[in-house]
Nanobody
């Protein structure tokens, strides 16, 4: 049974940092692309970042480029999202997801991902 379990969310002040983790289990993800999405209240789920499990190529939404970094630890089967210089508009539930392809085509489309975690809340507020 495939499981993606996010952790690391919380309350942080504007300008602060958080690191989210996504522990993946239940299958081999070497042929997958791992993504982070987020959903704010009243808004649609939006793409944040993605990384190829093999090779480590990354892709970011323009809104987080230069502030967020996605990475993975193959030994721990874990994907990370390091978030720096956080802004109030980054407040959302953050979801980890797995896309059964190493192609970065359509990587921003949530429908391309077939496994999802339960989400972790990130709140940026003073």
């Amino acid at each position: 049974q495939v499981q993606l379990v996010e952790s690391g969310g919380g309350l942080v002040q504007p300008g602060g940092s958080l690191r989210l983790s996504c522990a993946a289990s239940g299958r081999t993800f070497s042929g997958y692309t791992m993504g982070w999405f987020r959903q704010a209240p009243g808004k649609e789920r939006e793409f944040v970042a993605a990384i190829r499990w093999s090779g480590g190529d990354t892709y970011y939404a323009d809104s987080v480029k230069g502030r967020f970094t996605i990475s993975r630890d193959n030994a721990k089967n874990t994907v990370y999202l390091q978030m720096n210089t956080l802004k109030p508009e980054d407040t959302a539930v953050y979801y980890c997801a797995a896309k059964p392809s190493l192609s970065l085509v359509l990587v921003t489309m949530s429908r391309e991902y077939n496994y999802w975690g339960q989400g972790t809340q990130v709140t940026v507020s003073s």
